[in-house]
């Protein structure tokens, strides 16, 4: 079964980290753009990060760049990323997207607060 499963989500203090993952299954994922997007509450969807078929070049929102960090293990056909310095707007639903195979995970939630 062609899916994307995300997890990792959780609540988190302002400051601090998490790592979500995006498990690919019934594809290679190394031959394939995969992207985040989140979705705020009352907000629309909304690209984060996302990273290139084979050569992995990355590319960031401006709201999350220099504090979330892309990347992609081929040997465990996986996306992650890697969230540091959490703010309370990055409060979201977190999703993996691969455009190309018109794929969605349901979502994970993210929430940051004190």
């Known amino acids: 079964q062609v899916q994307v499963v995300e997890s990792g989500g959780g609540l988190v203090q302002p400051g601090g980290s998490l790592r979500l993952s995006c498990a690919a299954s019934?594809?290679?994922?190394?031959?394939?753009?995969m992207n985040w997007y989140r979705q705020a509450p009352g907000k629309e969807r909304e690209l984060v990060a996302g990273?290139?078929?084979?050569?992995?070049?990355?590319n960031y929102a401006d709201s999350v760049r220099g504090r979330f960090t892309i990347s992609r293990d081929n040997g465990k056909n996986t996306v992650y990323l890697q969230m540091n310095s959490l703010k309370p707007e990055d409060l979201a639903v977190y999703f993996c997207?691969?455009?190309?195979?018109?794929?969605w995970g349901k979502g994970t939630q993210v929430t940051v607060s004190s």
């Open positions: 990273i290139t078929a084979f050569r992995g070049t990355t």
């Open positions: 997207n691969v455009p190309n195979l018109g794929l």
């Open positions: 019934g594809f290679i994922a190394s031959s394939y753009a």
